[in-house]
């Protein structure tokens, strides 16, 4: 679950060469961007709202990130930090996960329908997987306005899936199923819809997964590889798509997401190392990817464009 494009080989009479993937660089963005884990969602006013894991003045790993924080911005450029969506010490609930009071809490994942913002969010610490995804409302999205609606889903040592990195998709069905009226799990069917495989399946992760709704297909996104190193990060963006929410998800090749298909979106370029985190969303001029990455200052904000055009979601 968030419930955490490589060099094209051509063979042209006899001769093989290999063409560059040209990855745009990210979109203009000032203010507030030191992120990580970003999701941007707008409000009825037309007010964009961006909430990520607390981690202002981290280079690197993200060890004290409590308290989720909000940035808002009247044009998708300039963001202005406003605070966190629980104060120092306020989220209890999730001590059981983090194993300390005030402890990390990761990847929010943000939707706004109707006047409410729906945020889910992970408690969880670094390399482990007792973990646990919560929910919560607010009817302004700013600091002090948030209600803990509690508990998801929660995993533990003995899972082999890790409950990080929530993604709300609202329609028919979920992954899993979640209540409309709780927002909360109504069955216990979970859904197996990416893994690695061969000699990745045990330390190349696949996390931060995404899914929208695009015409007749829906697209998978998820981070690959090693987040949260700095310049040493490998994160990267890829994609798969389906007809179905619940897959069999395939790559731009055929590949299936389960036997580690998956086509990169966005990788380490230029002065942009492992883009990740991601999270996707129709904003009313375009498809959006927001993302973080890193440069020799530590983690930034990435926006960029996607273009749906050719079937498969291609950045500019």
Not at 111 to 128: E, N, P
Not at 252 to 279: E, M, R
Request: aromatic fraction near 12%; charge should be neutral.
């Amino acid at each position: 679950m968030k419930f955490s494009l490589p060099a094209i080989s051509i063979a042209i009479v006899g001769l093989l060469s290999h063409a560059v993937v040209a990855y745009p660089n990210p979109g203009a963005v000032s203010g507030s961007i030191d992120v990580h884990d970003p999701t941007i969602c707008r409000d009825s006013s037309g007010k964009w709202f961006l909430f990520a894991t607390a981690s202002e003045g981290l280079t690197s790993l993200i060890l004290d990130s409590p308290g989720i924080s909000i940035r808002t911005s009247t044009d998708r450029i300039n963001w202005s930090y406003v605070g966190t969506v629980w104060s120092s010490g306020q989220a209890t609930w999730t001590d059981t996960y983090t194993g300390t009071s005030n402890g990390n809490l990761w990847a929010p994942d943000c939707t706004y329908k109707s006047g409410t913002f729906y945020l889910y969010y992970s408690a969880s610490s670094f390399g482990v997987n007792k973990s646990a995804i919560f929910f919560a409302k607010s009817t302004t999205g700013l600091p002090g306005s948030w209600s803990n609606l509690g508990l998801v889903t929660s995993t533990t040592t003995s899972n082999n899936y890790n409950a990080i990195d929530p993604n709300l998709i609202i329609g028919r069905l979920e992954v899993g199923r979640l209540g409309s009226s709780t927002g909360k799990p109504s069955g216990s069917t979970v859904y197996s819809i990416a893994q690695r495989t061969g000699e990745k399946a045990a330390s190349g992760a696949v996390e931060a997964p995404i899914i929208v709704k695009n015409g007749s297909y829906y697209y998978l996104f998820t981070s690959w590889d090693i987040c949260c190193q700095g310049t040493s990060s490998t994160y990267n963006i890829r994609v798969g798509r389906a007809t179905s929410i619940t897959g069999p998800y395939v790559d731009k090749s055929g590949v299936a997401l389960t036997s580690g298909g998956g086509t990169l979106v966005l990788a380490t370029h230029d002065a942009v190392y492992g883009p990740g985190g991601q999270h996707v969303y129709q904003d009313t001029d375009a498809w959006v990817i927001d993302y973080h990455y890193y440069t020799s200052s530590g983690p930034k904000l990435g926006i960029n464009l996607l273009d749906f055009s050719s079937g498969w979601p291609v950045a500019y």
